[in-house]
């Protein structure tokens, strides 16, 4: 049971690269979150999905796009990076029933030069 | 707007010396409270879950308790060990979380 994995760890990108941040979670949860966290500012909600085949805004979701690819996998895509979107992703995800904590992935570190 | 704020933002204790960390919150529609902690490099992990004012919940050296507003994370006799950084986040309606920035406890021995 690996719960929530997420790939790359690193990864280094020039302004106007592309990338796909990927996810997956084994613990059958119906929701599931990416989070952005920068020094000093907490972690910062960028998209969740509530269910297989939904997508909602959270509160920083300039520049991001997401796809829940099915109930276990859930990716964030840069389409443009830029340098303000040089900070640690984080992937989460959340049962209804045994309660509405968030499990965490192991972050992915994303520098945009 | 929802805020949380966590105070103090570091916090350096001798082993064995017990303290508090504050989470403050202003939230339209609170459904719950959370503790995580998170190890350098890591995610956050899960600590405790808080629904109700009054709630208390312990595991090991950490107690978490709530009030109508805020909550306090104590910590007994604490070992180095411990050393982490704590994140409160208050659960909203539509199940999503708004974190606090978190306090960075170091614990010497």
């Known amino acids: 049971n690996a719960g929530v994995t997420q790939t790359p760890k690193f990864q280094v990108l020039k302004t106007g690269q592309s990338m796909t941040l990927q996810c997956a979670q084994d613990m059958n949860h119906n929701s599931m979150y990416w989070y952005r966290q920068d020094p000093g500012m907490g972690l910062r909600l960028i998209y969740y999905?509530?269910?297989?085949?939904?997508?909602d805004k959270g509160e920083v979701p300039n520049g991001y796009n997401v796809s829940r690819l099915n109930k276990r996998e859930f990716s964030l895509r840069l389409e443009s990076a830029a340098p303000s979107q040089t900070s640690v992703y984080f992937c989460?995800?959340?049962?209804?029933?045994?309660?509405?904590?968030?499990?965490f992935g192991p972050g992915t570190r994303l520098t945009v030069t | 707007e929802d805020q949380v704020t966590q105070s103090p933002e570091a916090l350096r204790l001798q082993e064995g010396e017990s303290s508090s960390l504050n989470c403050s919150y202003t939230v339209s529609g609170l459904r719950g409270l959370f503790w995580y902690r998170q190890d350098p490099g890591k995610g956050p992990e899960f600590l405790f879950t808080?629904?109700?004012a009054g709630e208390e919940k312990e595991k090991e050296r950490l107690k978490a308790t709530l009030t109508k507003k805020e909550s306090f994370l104590h910590i007994t006799a604490p070992k180095p060990e411990d050393s982490a950084t704590y994140l409160c986040?208050?659960?909203?309606?539509?199940?999503?979380?708004?974190f606090g920035a978190g306090t960075i406890l170091r614990v010497k021995s």
């Open positions: 986040a208050v659960l909203l309606y539509g199940n999503k979380l708004v």
């Open positions: 808080l629904y109700s």
């Open positions: 999905s509530a269910s297989e085949g939904t997508t």
């Open positions: 989460a995800s959340s049962g209804v029933g045994g309660g509405y904590e968030q499990y």
